[in-house]
């Protein structure tokens, strides 16, 4: 993820006046055995049942909002939201299937370019459910804005391998986690994706992911891009590395961790290196 919030910030728990006011509460009828899920950093992640309880935040008004608006718009590849526990806790459908979290070493299908097109074509398929979302200005997301700006769409902004799911037999068809959600544009919600799938890593990071040999980065953004069906890829190395350098100030800002700084200065370097390659892959 862009682990550019430390991950406590501002999550209180439950907002009795906003979540009461704009959520309903989830009655609570299940007798199934509770289950923690790996992860959860910002608080535990209980699966129950066909449910997932999740702590809450100044901004989860405002992920409900959206999450209800992509089920009407019928985007199937986010979780659907049931409402607040008597726990405060957000209730979400459990979506089946795998993700890395478990897993000691990624597998296979994280870096398939089947799973490319895959994640390509669900996040323009989000993209173009959420171009009709305008959130009431009241609600705060997660950055601390309100509203959109014109060109502005409510991104994920935190497409990463971790927070897609995968049915059983490795083909990616959702995407969790939907805590960063908020006001950006269609090409940095695409930019911070591609970091991630397309695998722009330096060498020790990829291999960190699984990847035996260093991937063919300059074709794998193009198959990613073609994917999301981006016309206008002028510039759009450059929108990588310019997220990828607002992630890296607003974590030395947080004092964030230091591995994750030296991370991210690596593939900043790796990106540049390669600069003229993936320009000419995608022009
Ligand atoms: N709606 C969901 N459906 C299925 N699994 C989920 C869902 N939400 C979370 N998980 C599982 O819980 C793990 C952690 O959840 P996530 O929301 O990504 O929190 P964090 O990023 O803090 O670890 C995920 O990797 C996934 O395995
Ligand atoms: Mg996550």
Redesign the pocket.
């Known amino acids: 993820?862009v682990a550019t919030q430390s991950?406590s910030d501002k999550r209180q728990g439950f907002h009795a006046a906003s979540l009461t006011t704009r959520r309903r509460v989830y009655r609570d009828t299940t007798t199934e055995r509770s289950e923690r899920?790996?992860?959860?950093?910002?608080?535990a992640?209980i699966?129950t049942g066909g449910t997932?309880r999740?702590s809450t935040g100044d901004w989860t008004p405002a992920v409900h909002a959206l999450l209800t608006h992509l089920e009407s718009a019928g985007f199937d590849g986010s979780?659907r939201v049931f409402g607040v526990d008597a726990e405060g806790r957000e209730v979400?459908?459990?979506?089946?299937?795998q993700?890395?979290?478990?897993a000691a070493s990624w597998p296979e299908w994280a870096r398939s370019e089947s799973n490319l097109v895959r994640v390509g074509s669900m996040l323009r398929r989000f993209h173009d459910a959420v171009e009709t979302f305008r959130p009431d200005p009241e609600l705060t997301w997660r950055s601390g804005r309100s509203g959109l700006e014109p060109g502005e769409i409510i991104g994920h902004n935190?497409v990463s391998l971790?927070?897609l799911?995968a049915d059983s037999d490795g083909r990616i068809h959702?995407l969790?986690?939907w805590?960063n959600a908020g006001p950006t544009t269609r090409r940095k919600d695409l930019a911070i994706a591609a970091w991630h799938v397309v695998a722009l890593h330096a060498p020790a990071h990829a291999e960190a992911r699984g990847w035996t040999r260093q991937p063919d980065v300059a074709r794998r953004l193009r198959i990613f891009l073609d994917a999301y069906g981006l016309t206008d890829r002028t510039g759009f190395v450059d929108d990588i590395l310019d997220r990828l350098g607002h992630a890296l100030t607003k974590l030395s800002a947080n004092g964030g961790c230091a591995e994750f700084v030296k991370l991210l200065q690596a593939d900043i370097a790796f990106i540049e290196s390669n600069r003229e390659a993936l320009e000419r892959a995608i022009a």
């Open positions: 993820m991950r899920l790996y992860g959860g950093w910002g608080g992640v699966r997932v999740r979780p979400l459908s459990f979506i089946e299937g993700t890395v979290a478990t935190d971790a927070n799911v959702s969790i986690d805590d």
